[in-house]
C-alpha cells in the first residue's frame, strides 16, 4: 500500500506560477516512474508530466517549455512547477505511480488558473 498526498494548488492568475507536491509514504527509491495527470470538468483525465527513476522527464506537448517534474527520493516526494499558467490550465491534478504494477493515486490538488 501507498498513500500519496498532493498539495501546492490554488488559485492563480494567467501567467503565474504554482509548484504543487506530491508525498508519498514509503520509499520511492524503487518506484521506476512517477507521474501528474490532470481532469478538467467534463474532460478524461490525461498525462501531464512522468520521471523516471533515472530522472528522465516526458511532458504533454500542451506544456511542455512551461512545467517541469523532478523528484526527491531522499524526501518521497515528486513535484511539478508549473510556470506561464493558462486558463486552460484549470483542472484537479493527480500524482500517480506503480508499484508492484499496482496503480495508486493521490486525492488530487485543485489548480485554478484565472484569466
Known amino acids: 500500500q501507498v498513500q500519496l498526498v498532493e498539495s501546492g494548488g490554488g488559485l492563480v492568475q494567467a501567467g503565474g506560477s504554482l509548484r504543487l507536491s506530491c508525498a508519498a509514504s514509503?520509499?520511492?527509491?524503487?518506484?521506476?516512474?512517477m507521474d501528474w495527470y490532470r481532469q478538467a470538468p467534463g474532460k478524461q483525465r490525461e498525462l501531464v508530466a512522468t520521471?523516471?527513476?533515472?530522472?528522465?522527464?516526458n511532458y504533454a506537448d500542451s506544456v511542455k517549455g512551461r512545467f517541469t517534474i523532478s523528484r526527491d527520493n531522499a524526501k518521497n516526494t515528486v513535484y511539478l512547477q508549473m510556470n506561464s499558467l493558462k486558463p486552460e490550465y484549470t483542472a484537479v491534478y493527480y500524482c500517480?505511480?506503480?508499484?508492484?504494477?499496482?496503480?495508486?493515486w493521490g486525492q488530487g490538488t485543485q489548480v485554478t488558473v484565472s484569466s
Open positions: 500517480h505511480l506503480k508499484a508492484n504494477w499496482v496503480p495508486y
Open positions: 514509503r520509499s520511492i527509491f524503487s518506484i521506476n516512474t
Open positions: 520521471i523516471t527513476s533515472g530522472g528522465s522527464t
